[in-house]
C-alpha cells in the first residue's frame, strides 16, 4: 500500500511539474459577471488596497486563471520526454503494483512467518471503552455488561472460524474494554485464511517490550508542586511494570527482610510469589495484578493476583524495575506521595523483556481494576516506562488501545526511550497520539568526568570520557599521577594484586570477567576487604585511582611508554 501511495504522490508531482511548463498568464481582473465553473481557478487579489479603492467596481479583485483542457493535456504531452529532477524520477516505479485487502489486514512482519506465532486479531467492533465514549459524545445509554457480553460473543466466533483452519489454535487472552481483540497461538497459514473473515479489522504479531527508567523529584520541578499543596492524594496510578515490592519502607512497609521473604518467598518458583498470603493490597499500593509471573520468557505466562517484585538484592533475578518507578512516582519521597498505586506486573522477573500480551490486558486492567464489567472505576494515570524504539502511533496494537484508553479519560504516561538524540528513536507505545511520551533525561550531577593525558605530550587521544562509579569515593581534588597497567601479569584486576604494586599511581585494567567494584578493591589492597563502607577505597593508597577499559580501546588510547594521567575534581551533587 505505501509504493502503491509513493506511485500516485509521484503522478501529481509530474503533473505538477508539466503545468508549471504550460502555466498560462495571470492576470488581475474584477469578480467575473458569469463564471462558468469550467477549468477556472479564482483566487484573492495580489494588488494593494490603493489598487482596489481605484477600480471602478466595488467587488473585490480576484486572479483569474483560465486552463482550457485541451490546451494543457496537448501541453503536458508535448513535454512528456522533458528531464525530470533526481529527487522526482527516482520515485518512478519499475512497474505496477496491487494490494488485495486480504494483504492489507496483516502487518508486512507476519507476511512471510511460516511458523507458528502469536498474534493479535482485532476486530471491527467497538470495543468497551470507545461505546462508552460513544455515550458521553450523545449516544444512547450504555449496558457495559451486555456490551461485554456481545464482545465475548463476537471474539468466540471468530475464534471457532480460527479453529476451522488450525485446530490446534490456542487463545492466550482476551482484550475487551482497552481493544476488541482476542490473542492467539496459531499458525501463520491459518491466520491468513482467517484474514477473510468480515469480522477481523487486523492481524499483527505479538510485540515485546523493554523496560526504561530516568530521575528526579527536584530537577523536574515535583517539589516546588509538593509546596504548593498538591501531593497526588486522590489520584490512582497504574504503575505496569515489574511488579511493586509492597513491604518497601517506601509504600508504608516495615522493609525487613523477613516480610519481603514472607511475601515473595526464596526463589522465582516459591509459591508465595502467586499468593497474596494476607499481606496485599496494602494502603499505598491498593490493588493489582500480575499478568506474567516469575518464569517468562524462559517458560509460559502464569497470570496471579500477587503482583510483588522480585528484588533482586533478595533473589537472583532481574525484578526491581517497578518498585523503583513507583517509588518515583508516589513513595514516601517520590512526586506525588498522596497518590495511590495500582501494581500491574507486564513485565518479566527474569529478563528486562515486557510481554506484548501483558500489556494489552494491563491497559484493559487500567480501564475495570475490579474486573466487573463496567469502567466507571478506571484508574486516572496508566504509567509505562518501557517500549520498544523506532515506534508510530500505528506500530502495533498497544499504540492503538493507549488512545482508546486516553478517550476513555485516563493519561496514559510513556517512555518515549533511553536510546540517546538520534532521529525517529521515539518508542512504542509512547508514539501513539494521545500518549505522554516522556523522554530520558540526565540531571545536572550526571557528569562526565574528564581524564586528561598530560604526558607524553605526543598522545593523539589528550581527553577521554570517563564514568564515575556510585561505589566510588567522593573525589576532592586534581588526581594525577603515571597510569600502570596490571601488574604481576594480573591485567583483569579479578584476583588480588602485589601489596604496594600500584603505590602513587593509576591503575589500569581490563573490563571483563568479573565486577569492575572486584577490581577497584584488589587495587586499594592492602585496605580491608571487603570495604568496611559501601564506597570503596578507590583513591586511598596504594591506588590513586583506576581505570577500566575493554582491550581493544586500551591499545589505541594507552600506547606504550604508559602516559601520566589526571582526572578533575569531581563534585557530587
Not at 477600480?55 to 522533458?82: G, K
Not at 511488579?243 to 527482610?257: L, Q, S
Not at 598522545?459 to 564515575?468: A, E, F, H, Y
Request: hydrophobic fraction near 40%.
Amino acid at each position: 500500500m505505501t509504493r502503491l501511495r509513493r506511485s500516485w504522490l509521484s503522478l501529481l508531482l509530474v503533473a505538477g511539474l508539466l503545468l508549471t511548463v504550460s502555466a498560462p498568464v495571470f492576470a488581475q481582473d474584477d469578480t467575473p459577471d458569469n463564471p462558468d465553473g469550467a477549468n477556472l481557478l479564482f483566487m484573492p487579489s495580489a494588488g494593494n488596497d490603493a489598487q482596489l479603492n481605484a477600480d471602478d467596481d466595488t467587488s473585490p479583485a480576484v486572479t483569474y486563471l483560465e486552463v482550457p483542457s485541451e490546451e494543457m493535456v496537448a501541453t503536458a504531452r508535448s513535454n512528456s520526454q522533458r528531464t525530470l529532477p533526481q529527487s522526482i524520477s527516482g520515485l518512478k516505479l519499475d512497474q505496477a503494483v496491487s494490494a488485495s485487502p486480504d494483504d492489507a489486514q496483516f502487518t508486512p512482519a507476519l507476511q512471510n512467518a511460516n511458523a507458528e506465532i502469536d498474534a493479535v486479531i482485532r476486530l471491527k467492533g467497538q470495543s468497551l471503552a470507545q461505546a462508552v465514549a460513544g455515550k458521553k459524545l450523545g449516544a444512547a445509554s450504555v449496558d457495559q455488561a451486555a456490551v461485554v457480553a456481545q464482545i465475548q460473543a463476537q471474539q468466540s466466533q471468530v475464534f471457532a472460524d480460527l479453529q476451522k483452519y488450525d485446530a490446534n489454535a490456542t487463545v492466550l487472552a482476551n482484550i475487551t474494554k482497552a481493544l476488541n481483540a482476542v490473542i492467539v497461538r496459531s499458525k501463520l497459514s491459518a491466520l491468513r485464511e482467517l484474514g477473510a473473515n468480515a469480522e477481523v479489522e487486523s492481524i499483527r504479531p505479538v510485540v515485546n517490550y523493554q523496560l526504561d527508567l530516568s530521575e528526579t523529584v527536584p530537577y523536574i520541578g515535583g517539589k516546588a508542586v509538593q509546596d504548593m499543596g498538591y501531593d497526588g492524594a486522590g489520584v490512582t496510578v497504574a504503575v505496569l511494570d515489574s511488579g511493586i515490592d509492597y513491604t518497601h519502607v517506601a509504600f508504608g512497609g516495615d522493609g525487613t527482610a523477613a516480610s519481603y521473604e514472607a511475601a515473595y518467598g526464596t526463589a522465582t518458583t516459591d509459591p508465595r510469589n502467586t499468593t497474596r498470603d494476607g499481606l496485599f493490597p496494602t494502603a499505598k499500593v491498593v490493588e493489582g495484578y500480575d499478568f506474567v509471573g516469575d518464569a517468562w520468557p524462559n517458560g509460559p505466562l502464569a497470570p496471579d493476583d500477587d503482583p510483588i517484585d522480585c528484588g533482586p538484592t533478595a533473589i537472583d533475578c532481574d525484578g526491581g524495575h517497578g518498585t523503583h518507578v513507583g517509588d518515583i512516582i508516589a513513595g514516601a519521597t517520590g512526586v506525588a506521595p498522596g497518590a495511590s498505586l495500582h501494581a500491574v506486573r507486564v513485565c518479566s522477573a527474569v529478563s528486562t523483556s515486557c510481554s506484548g500480551i501483558a500489556m494489552l490486558q494491563g491497559l484493559d486492567y487500567a480501564l475495570d481494576p475490579n474486573g466487573d464489567n463496567d469502567i466507571s472505576d478506571h484508574v486516572d494515570i496508566v504509567n509505562m516506562s518501557l517500549g520498544s524504539p523506532y515506534g508510530q502511533e500505528n506500530d502495533d496494537d498497544s499504540a492503538y488501545a493507549t488512545d482508546i484508553v486516553s478517550a476513555a479519560g485516563v493519561l496514559v504516561v510513556a517512555s518515549a526511550g533511553n536510546s540517546a538524540d538520534k532521529p525517529f528513536i521515539v518508542g512504542t507505545p509512547s508514539g501513539a497520539l494521545s500518549a505522554l511520551s516522556v523522554a530520558q533525561t540526565e540531571v545536572p550531577s550526571a557528569k562526565m568526568p574528564i581524564i586528561t593525558v598530560v604526558s607524553p605530550a605526543s598522545d593523539p587521544l589528550k581527553r577521554i570520557g570517563s564514568t564515575w562509579q556510585p561505589f566510588s569515593a567522593p573525589v576532592s581534588q586534581l588526581i594525577e599521577a603515571p597510569v600502570q597497567f596490571g601488574a604481576a601479569g594480573n591485567t583483569l584486576g579479578c584476583d588480588a594484586f602485589p601489596a604496594d604494586a600500584f603505590a602513587g599511581k593509576i591503575a589500569l585494567v581490563d573490563r571483563g570477567v568479573c565486577a569492575i567494584s572486584i577490581k577497584v578493591s584488589n587495587a586499594a589492597l592492602p585496605a580491608p576487604w571487603p570495604p568496611s563502607s559501601v564506597l570503596s577505597p578507590l583513591v586511598t593508597q596504594p591506588s590513586l585511582a583506576m581505570v577500566v577499559v575493554t582491550p581493544a580501546s586500551r591499545v589505541s588510547t594507552f600506547a606504550s611508554p604508559m602516559p601520566t594521567c589526571s582526572r578533575p575534581t569531581l563534585t557530587l551533587a
